[in-house]
């Protein structure tokens, strides 16, 4: 304990001031609680009324506890971000694999096994704060890390291209995705006449359309969605050497979507799934980990490349450069405040350390721009840099100064540089060997506003995208593609945009146009380049050909009523704990339910508040009687047709069959129903079913 902290113990005397368990001083009355203070510090007698004259008189503007309680809570809210304000963040680490220190001197890189502290924040883009979460869209996929040389913000997406080529039209998409400015809707989504107007007009969105259109954009949690550092950047060793590099996150929980029906549920049974989720998962120990891949390449790669590296449109294929996979990001710490930390932190993506660089991608420079005064408007000042969230966790030592809400004023007699004082007095002084060095490419030519010819290949990519998709997945494009653009009221804005899709894939083009009504298919867009319609697929690309074959992570919603079989329901439980899946009781009324030995258990969730979409996969676990009450609630046969519709594995006894009766699914028993109990399979087979996350062969017959 410091002087100063003794000094204070002695001024308060032991009777009014208590050390609360992280060491701080609080005031008491003695009886083992906080006293309630002001902001200064006052102790307040009464928190129930506010000072005035009389009985039934007039309010006094002497009330300073009032006031101050006023005053704070009308200044709550700050702005949120203009894009990507709904966000959800956690704290964990960076652990390196392996020494990288022959392509990078970035000191996390430098030996195996080394940790270093990270935030991670997940976001939708287009919603506002109060949004839902499962919004069609991108996700940010911001990563803060707190090196030992300094922070590194790596700002990426789940999508590993962009809609533009140029910040400059940065502000045009967000507008014209965000709700239209006359009638202030729609909220969180593009399915509106702006978005797809701007959309269509702009060639170089095709392949992040069809991103977007894919289940990329609903993902069943942040836990299962890779995460990408889109543009090119560079890696510099101790020698001055570079090396290209794109950035990958890999989900260790692998990859999983939501329908696009059950998206529409979800949001409104729980506008907060995926915060939720990773709330969850976090505080009951199951910390999501994803692995960082890196995509090294050299100047010979990029000028052989069909496309350019520096085009934030394109993506260069697992399958030409393979991912190296270095190090992981394990995610295990909720945070304490959301506001302090996860509305608080600002990522910028100019925060690099020395050994890692810029490229000239287009975006990637204006964002540079971007982040650091976004975050004046937000934040409210300079000084947003010492905040905990923010704050490198290495020494800081500079002559800034001031500004509101100052924390951290140098306190050295000098705050000019050169400077003759000694260095106690005289303060930092630059570092030319260790400091950060730019790497010193060769940039010449005339100023000019121009696109680069080589960004002009606005179709080949998109359709590589689309081949490289499952035939479930390609159907799920083209139903995302008819619902956006079914919801524009003007017919010539989806007529050019199937005429766009002619570039990608005429059968695409065809289906979309049938699903819309079209009379006949339109003329192709003219385009700046003609497609390259061979370009060889990457299974990389697509969700279901990279199936986690794990259960792991996932949830079951088991519905029972009264007389459930007590055995039955213990061996599914177990099953699902050694899958290390998780399940939720769903019951008619949350009390609970009497099982078939005299027991009796509580439910997780009342049936009306928990519809199957909130589960990966569903059991009916009841009697006779059960079923038939069961049968008559519209949100138990809600529960089964949809979980039916979105090709959910469905486990259930015998008994079960009046529910299926009411639903018509009594002659749909399809091979994604398992019937369990009765001598039939136990539920270990269930739950190696549900490995295969959905029963994707049921598809055709719904659509
Ligand atoms: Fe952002 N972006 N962005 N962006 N972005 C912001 O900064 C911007 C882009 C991304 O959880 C803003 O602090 C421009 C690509 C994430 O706090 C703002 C351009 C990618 C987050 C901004 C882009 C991203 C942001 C708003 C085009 C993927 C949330 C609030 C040149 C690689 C970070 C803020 C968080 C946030 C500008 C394009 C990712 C306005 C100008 C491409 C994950 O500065």
Known sequence: MGDKAKRDEVRYGEEMVERGAGGELHQTAGDGRKSLTTQQGIVVSDDQNTLRAGERGPDLLEDFHFREKIFHFDHERIPERVVHARGFGAHGFFETYESLSDITRADLFQQSGQRTEAFVRFSTVAGSRGSFDLARDVRGFAVKLYTREGNWDLVGNNIPVFFIQDAIKFPDVIHAAKPEPDRGFPQAQTAHDNFWDFASLMPESTHMLMWIMSDRAIPRSFRFMEGFGVHTFRLVNAEGRSTFVKFHWKPKQGLQSVVWNEAV??????????????????????????????????????????????????????????????????????????????????????????????????????????????????????????????????????FQQDGHMAMANPTSRANYEPNSWPPDEGGPREDPMRGFTTYPSQESGPKRRLRAESFADHYSQARLFYMSQAPVERRHIADAFVFELSKCD????????????????????????????????????????????????????????????????????????????????????????????????????????DTSDGNHIAADQKLEGAPSVLYDAVALLTTKEGAAQLANLPAARDFVSDAYAHCKFIAYVDEANALFAATGLDTHLDDGFVRIGNGQRPATDFLTRCRQLRSWGRQATIS
Request: aromatic fraction near 6%.
């Open 265 to 398: 549920k979800i949001n409104g049974a729980d506008p907060d799934f995926h915060r939720r989720d990773l709330w969850d998962a976090i505080n009951r120990g199951a910390y999501p980990e994803w692995e960082l891949g890196l995509q090294l390449f050299d100047d010979d790669f990029a000028d052989r490349f069909a496309f350019d590296v520096l085009d934030p449109t394109k993506i260069i294929p697992e399958e030409e450069v393979p991912l190296r996979r270095v190090g992981r990001l394990v995610l295990d710490r909720v945070v304490d405040n959301f506001f302090a930390e996860t509305e608080q932190v600002a990522f910028c993506t100019q925060n690099i350390v020395p050994g890692i660089d810029f490229t000239n991608d287009p975006l990637l420079q204006g964002r540079n721009f971007s982040y650091l005064d976004t975050q004046l408007k937000r934040l409210g000042g300079p000084n947003f840099t010492q905040l905990r969230v923010n704050a490198p966790r290495c020494p800081v030592a500079h």
């Open 490 to 593: 003007r017919a010539d804005i989806r007529t050019r945009m199937v005429a766009g899709l002619r570039n990608v894939d005429d059968d695409l083009a065809r289906i979309v146009a049938d699903g819309l009504g079209l009379a006949e298919l339109p003329d192709p867009l003219p385009a700046a380049r003609e497609t390259v319609r061979d370009l060889t697929p990457s299974p990389a690309l697509s969700i279901m050909a990279n199936g986690p074959e794990t259960f792991a992570g996932r949830k079951i919603g088991i519905l029972v009523t009264d007389g459930v079989d007590a055995e039955l329901l213990a061996g599914l439980r177990a099953a699902a704990a050694k899958e290390k899946a998780n399940v939720e009781i769903v019951a008619p009324v949350v009390g609970g339910v």
